[in-house]
């Protein structure tokens, strides 16, 4: 799903703010310690085990499981840069992106015929949902189609903003040994807020790094991202790393313009989670290096975390810069803000925890979500931010109705 405008949002890797400088920021990605990664197999295999969903999944409809533990261990340090990034369907027409989080292959599946219920209470007002084939889970691509004729949906398009080096997702893979099996990796993320310098084949692609985005530490193990995914391998090829939350960092425009060019200066950066999350990807060795291909990110977005983040949002019917009044936490419920409400409240299909799937009593408190990326080998410079975006209360919360049955 394209759209040929300069709005957009983007989706990158957790929440926490560490109050780092450039220089901070900069010396972490490239000097992050090696790990004990003959200790840390055992925990970690286990844990992505345990990240991975339960019941009856049909074939084919989840990532692939982890190595044996004896696969091959330590290595180097990979920096890619998300370079595209599409909702619901993969690089260059490739299919559709997401898997099976629920395994439950809910309403009558295109592909299997199949009549499984919901693997949680919906809200009372909720549309009837259907899995993609074979069960795969992806309620917000088909909220985002419903929500075209509002404006909103070019906010969840990054596309847009990654060509024109405006922003992007980091990923750092750490500890890498370039084996088609690697019992631990490990996996940190970083928001960009734009381009240094596309310095050709010799330089490389220089992105600038988010401070915001990075943590120094976590534990006692030195990292880079604000989250880190210690439960990451990599088997017959293929990256798999989960992580407890990702962010989606919303890009906020300053106005209701949708013409209106977005960066820095005309723009701010809302946050919002994307629980259990999991990144699935082909890693292909280019050059000395290598790539990201036929990228999945998937996970749960959910309710109040989201529409808590788009709070800032101007009114897209504004015109000109817009005044506090004109944004959606100001509102109420009222034109374009209660459509994408609705939309959120009725789309929810999916629990926040997948350990409530398929629980009798477990509520659709979150949104199914599922991109497609590919990523290329890039580099870091100084850091490069957006501004929080102002014009809500700081207590700000929203959610949806507690309407259940």
């Known amino acids: 799903m394209t759209v040929g405008r300069a709005r957009a949002a983007f989706i990158a890797v957790p929440i926490a703010i560490a109050a780092l400088t450039a220089c901070q920021v900069i010396a972490d990605i490239h000097e992050l310690p090696t790990g ?39 290595g180097d340090d990979l920096l890619l840069a998300v370079d595209e990034l599409n909702i619901g369907v993969m690089p260059d027409g490739g299919g ?19 009549t499984a219920p919901e693997s949680c209470r919906v809200h009372a007002s909720a549309f009837p949902h259907v899995d993609e084939p074979g069960g795969r889970d992806d309620g917000f691509y088909t909220m985002v189609k419903k929500l075209g004729s509002t404006g909103l949906s070019q906010l969840f398009e990054p596309n847009p903003l990654i060509q024109q080096g405006k922003t992007t997702l980091l990923l750092q893979i750490k500890d890498y040994s370039g084996a088609e099996s690697d019992s631990v990796v490990y996996v940190n993320g ?44 990599v088997t017959g090829g293929v990256l798999v790393a989960f992580f407890d939350a990702m962010w989606i960092p919303l890009v906020v425009p300053s106005d209701g313009d949708p013409q209106t060019e977005l960066g820095p200066a005309t723009a701010s950066v809302s946050w919002v989670d994307i629980d259990s999350a ?25 309710t109040r975390g989201a529409l808590t983040a788009l709070g800032p949002v101007p009114d897209l019917m504004a015109s000109g810069a817009a005044s506090d009044a004109e944004r959606f936490c100001n509102e109420g419920d009222i034109g374009v803000h209660a459509a994408i409400k609705n939309a959120f409240c009725t789309g929810a299909d999916i629990a926040r925890s997948p350990g409530s799937d398929n629980k009798p009593m477990a509520v659709c408190d979150s949104v199914s979500i599922a991109y497609g990326f590919r990523a290329s080998p890039a580099n870091v410079a100084d850091a490069l931010s957006y501004p929080i975006p102002t014009g809500c209360d700081a207590s700000f919360s929203e959610d949806c109705p507690a309407d259940w049955p």
């Not at 989080?101 to 309403?107: M, V």
């Not at 734009?194 to 330089?203: I, M, R, V």
């Open 96 to 114: 559709p992106a997401g898997f099976d989080l629920d395994c439950a292959s809910t309403g009558a599946s295109l592909a299997d015929g199949g």
């Open 190 to 233: 970083f928001f960009s807020g734009g381009l240094q310098s596309d310095g050709g084949a010799e330089a490389g692609v220089v992105w600038g790094v988010d401070p915001r985005s990075a943590n120094a530490t976590m534990g006692s193990v030195s990292v880079t991202g604000a989250h880190v995914s210690k439960s990451a391998y």
């Open 36 to 74: 004990s990664a003959s200790t840390d197999a055992s925990v970690d295999a286990s844990s992505a085990e345990a990240a991975a969903p339960t019941g009856a999944c049909t074939p084919g409809s989840t990532w692939p499981g982890p190595p044996d533990a004896t696969a091959a261990l330590g």
């Open 278 to 302: 999991v990144i699935v990807a082909r890693i292909v060795k280019d050059g000395a290096s290598f790539r990201l291909e036929d990228g999945h990110i998937t996970g749960r977005l959910s």
